[in-house]
């Protein structure tokens, strides 16, 4: 069983930066951060499959960056540039199934995933 635990979260002026940790136990193979803002749906944010591959939507391509520990076993998320459209709880979540993350187009929806954190909110202001 995998289970994941956000922290980092917090308020930031326009221009600032965060970094999202999520502490993760039990094995993994893709692993993403959404993030969804109020009245909106989960939307797709950064994903990592087998600790190598990334993408990033093109929202925060540029000022996001994912990454993971491998020795600490936690994903990461930095942000910079901030923006207060970037204002959301954002949701660290994973997946085990080799299969299931190879699907073209997979890490990019939250389909994919059977594991989710439970949120950390990320508030910027202008």
């Known amino acids: 069983q995998v289970q994941l635990v956000e922290s980092g979260g917090g308020s930031v002026q326009a221009g600032g930066s965060l970094r999202l940790s999520c502490a993760v136990s039990g094995y993994t193979y893709c692993m993403a951060w959404f993030r969804q803002a109020p009245g909106k749906e989960r939307e797709f944010v950064s994903s990592?499959?087998?600790?190598?591959?990334?993408s990033v939507s093109d929202s925060v391509k540029g000022r996001f960056t994912i990454s993971k520990d491998n020795a600490k076993n936690t994903l990461y998320l930095q942000m910079n540039s901030l923006k207060p459209e970037d204002t959301a709880m954002y949701y660290c979540?994973?997946?085990?199934?080799?299969?299931?993350?190879?699907?073209?187009?997979?890490?990019?929806?939250?389909?994919?995933?059977?594991?989710w954190g439970q949120g950390t909110q990320v508030t910027v202001s202008s």
């Open positions: 979540a994973a997946d085990d199934n080799i299969w299931v993350c190879g699907k073209i187009g997979a890490t990019g929806s939250t389909l994919t995933y059977n594991y």
């Open positions: 990592i499959v087998n600790n190598d591959r990334t």
